[in-house]
T-cell receptor, first 115, second 115 residues
């Protein structure tokens, strides 16, 4: 969905480096999410934010941090990257006006490789 | 706790034949259920969701899903498969009275439609 963009799309880095993945959206949604996708493990939630002042840990937050700079921007950081953080990372948004049935809209993903 | 299971990692079907991708869920109360599709090198796209009412839900691209409370299932179906339906399919669940907890995704099922 072009309304949710992620940068970079691909990144190769080395163990111990600090990495930031960025997500921007033009949908005007308050809710934003970061997931990682690994083969055979599906989609796992890292962090989520329901508004600019709200940050929540997901299922696998260890080794990650996030920053919600504005309604439209939600970045994910790996303070010291390690090889098992090699994965495909997705940002998603949703509209709270949809209530608990809100549909999530996903970005195109960032493929991160940690050597 | 909420959970969802997709018992098949891979489903193969011939073009023109009906397809079924299975999903079972576990929640304490009543569920909201979703199906998403991921095409190669793309983010997830929303297909359909069950909120309440009619157990048969129709979605995008000719897909439908049937909610079966007694079997705690929400299988995705299509009467006639197309090669272009080949993709990774994810089922997701949220319990109806769980407040703002995020969706829980299954591990995904890869559908391969053979010409």
């Amino acid at each position: 969905d072009a309304d949710v963009t992620q940068t970079p799309r691909n990144r190769i880095t080395k163990t111990g480096k600090r990495i930031m993945l960025e997500c921007s959206q033009t949908k005007g949604h308050d809710r934003m999410y970061w997931y990682r996708q690994d083969p055979g493990l599906g989609l796992r939630l890292i962090y989520y934010s329901f508004d600019v002042k709200d940050i929540n840990k997901g299922e696998i937050s260890d080794g990650y941090s996030v920053s919600r700079q504005a309604q439209a921007k939600f970045s994910l950081s790996l303070e010291s990257a390690i090889p098992n953080q090699t994965a495909l990372y997705f940002c998603a948004t949703s509209d709270p006006r949809g209530g608990v049935t809100d549909t999530q809209y996903f970005g195109p993903g960032t493929r991160l490789t940690v050597l | 706790a909420q959970s969802v299971a997709q018992p098949e990692d891979q489903v193969n079907v011939a073009e023109g034949n009906p397809l079924t991708v299975k999903c079972t869920y576990s929640v304490s109360g009543n569920p909201y259920l979703f199906w998403y599709v991921q095409y190669p090198n793309r983010g997830l796209q929303f297909l359909l969701k069950y909120i309440t009412g009619d157990n048969l839900v129709k979605g995008s691209y000719g897909f439908e899903a049937e909610f079966n409370k007694s079997q705690t299932s929400f299988h995705l179906k299509k009467p006639s498969a197309l090669v272009s339906d080949s993709a990774l399919y994810f089922c997701a669940v949220r319990e109806r009275n769980s407040g703002n907890t995020p969706l829980v995704f299954g591990k995904g099922t890869r559908l391969s439609v053979i010409a």
